[in-house]
């Protein structure tokens, strides 16, 4: 890495998450100090957790944001509280070097859908055993999102307002305005494969809850 690196965790709550998401982040966290900080050029690299607890979640990352920009984070990691993943994920983003850089991952519905869009804006970005590397895309969730400071220092806040879509009738999430601001100050939104050939999916971020039940089959 070289440079400064202070990666602020955010993870905006309402108050409930699973057993196997505090592991995750206990054990990314672990990762990070054995890995991250053994490293020569990683004698600057620092990790802080900051949680915010209301059902307001746009108000909750713009509040995380702030706090972990007064702190001095150089990145924002975004963590949804309902995620199951792998402890190295972390630092793969970190080797994107990328202004913003998500994982997919599907939606919570039913019909399985991608929650990423592609960048041409004509379908759902899918990820599969076979894709690898990264991809620019038009939209990506925060569900496991890392974002360098630099992207809020060029925008306006607030920074998570959602918007009323007028084709739909429905209002948005706030990740889906967050990326046209990233566009609008002139970076994009990425996407990444944690490791080539691996499904980011089966692999290392869950689909809410089925690997959770993998994992407890795996235990009896």
């Excluded at 970076?187 to 809850?209: E, Q």
């Amino acid at each position: 890495m070289g440079e400064q690196i202070k990666v602020g965790v955010c993870i905006p709550s309402a108050g409930m998450c699973p057993i196997f998401f505090a592991q995750s982040v206990v054990e990314m966290f672990i990762n990070a100090n054995q890995v991250l900080r053994s490293r020569k050029d990683a004698s600057d690299f620092a990790m802080r957790m900051f949680i915010r607890q209301s059902s307001n979640i746009p108000n909750n990352r713009q509040k995380l944001v702030e706090q972990a920009l007064e702190w001095g984070a150089s990145h924002i990691l975004f963590i949804d509280d309902d995620m199951i993943f792998d402890p190295r994920l972390l630092e793969v983003l970190l080797s994107r070097r990328l202004p913003m850089v998500a994982c997919n991952y599907p939606k919570r519905q039913l019909k399985f859908e991608f929650t990423a869009t592609k960048a041409d804006r004509s379908g759902y970005m899918e990820t599969t055993k076979n894709s690898a590397g990264f991809e620019e895309a038009w939209y990506c969730g925060f569900g496991f999102c890392l974002i360098e400071r630099q992207v809020f220092e060029k925008m306006p806040k607030p920074w998570f307002m959602p918007y009323y879509d007028t084709e739909s009738g429905e209002v948005s999430s706030e990740d889906n305005p967050f990326c046209e601001l990233v566009r609008q100050a002139g970076f994009r939104c990425s996407l990444t494969t944690p490791r080539a050939g691996k499904s980011a999916i089966w692999d290392s971020i869950s689909i809410r809850g089925a690997r959770t039940r993998s994992r407890k089959k795996s235990r009896k």
